[in-house]
């Protein structure tokens, strides 16, 4: 395991909930040694791709704010400097928090607050940020991109009426955000990414596959409970599953991560399907965060290979 810690590992920008980064050499140890094309029907953040060596990258989400700021950052990857600059103007015009650049949050507030500072100074500037974004045309998605990155969990959440809705987080601008775009301008200038926005059953319909290409799947969890596992249901699963069974009689290899067990429920149409491939349990990084009960979660990746 000791060269595994060595690789450093690029996380993406987005800090995606559910984001991989942390397991992603574990996951990458078990894919196949070269990849043609490597297709991820549910690329979330992107931190899975950024780490894998591939001749083509075919990443798709469901999300269309997703998939929008991907496209966008991608863009910025021809003129870092530029787009650095840009939000440097936009976090001093709120007069935001930049723990990169600057502190310029009172010591008293971190006295009273010792561990919700950057909350309590951003909050109303925060406030001022995302009604600014509401109230115009929400093309410019540099203030989209300071809204994720300031907002609570690093969310991307809007209402009904298609407002950002989310409440202010306790972060800022700082060094980890500044590395992960770099590194994320590094991937995108280096693998040349092709982004799709759509259902992952017309994505991987869509797709022209061979047997030296790898599809990579991290679809939302049937059992766990979170913000984006509300679209996604039995049927959902079940599709997805016979899809996997299709492509797998094509000799197409896949890998696909889940969760089988979680605070006592079980996912058995996933385990009853698993049967037929090899099973890789996969040491989480979210046990002691929930429970530290090993059996209260458990993480497996599936290979029909």
């Not at 992107?46 to 591939?54: D, E, P, T």
């Not at 936009?90 to 600057?102: A, E, P, Q, R």
């Not at 009273?112 to 115009?136: I, M, Q, V």
């Not at 809007?158 to 989310?166: A, D, I």
Request: hydrophobic share 35%; net charge neutral.
């Amino acid at each position: 395991h000791e060269s595994m810690k060595k690789e450093s590992v690029r996380r993406s920008p987005l800090f995606y909930v559910g984001d991989k980064y942390k397991l992603i050499t574990e996951i990458k140890s078990h894919f196949p040694k070269r990849i043609r094309k490597f297709v991820e029907p549910f690329v979330g953040g992107g931190s899975v791709f950024m780490n894998v060596c591939a001749n083509e990258y075919l990443l798709n989400d469901l999300d269309t704010n997703v998939i929008t700021l991907h496209k966008y950052l991608s863009e910025q990857a021809s003129d870092i400097d530029s787009f650095f600059s840009y939000i440097w103007s936009i976090i001093k015009k709120y007069d935001l928090s930049c723990s990169y650049l600057y502190d310029i949050v009172p010591e008293s507030l971190k006295i009273e607050f010792p561990k919700t500072y950057f909350a309590k100074f951003n909050k109303e500037k925060y406030g001022r940020l995302r009604l600014d974004f509401n109230n115009s045309d929400r093309t410019d998605l540099a203030i989209l991109y300071l809204l994720l990155i300031y907002g609570f969990n690093h969310m991307l959440r809007f209402n009904r009426s298609g407002n950002f809705n989310l409440p202010v987080g306790n972060v800022d601008f700082n060094a980890n955000t500044v590395n992960a775009l770099n590194d994320y301008f590094d991937a995108i200038n280096s693998k040349h990414p092709q982004w799709y926005n759509s259902d992952f059953r017309s994505f991987l319909g869509q797709v022209s596959l061979s047997t030296e290409d790898l599809i990579y799947l991290d679809p939302p969890y049937l059992i766990t409970f979170s913000e984006y596992n509300k679209l996604w249901n039995e049927q959902s699963e079940t599709d997805l599953l016979e899809l996997l069974d299709t492509i797998s009689s094509k000799n197409i290899k896949f890998a696909i991560s889940n969760v089988t067990h979680y605070k006592g429920r079980t996912n058995d149409l996933f385990l009853e399907w698993a049967k037929k491939y090899n099973t890789h349990s996969i040491k989480s990084n979210y046990i002691s965060f929930h429970d530290n009960s090993i059996k209260s979660f458990n993480e497996v990746l599936i290979t029909n290979y």
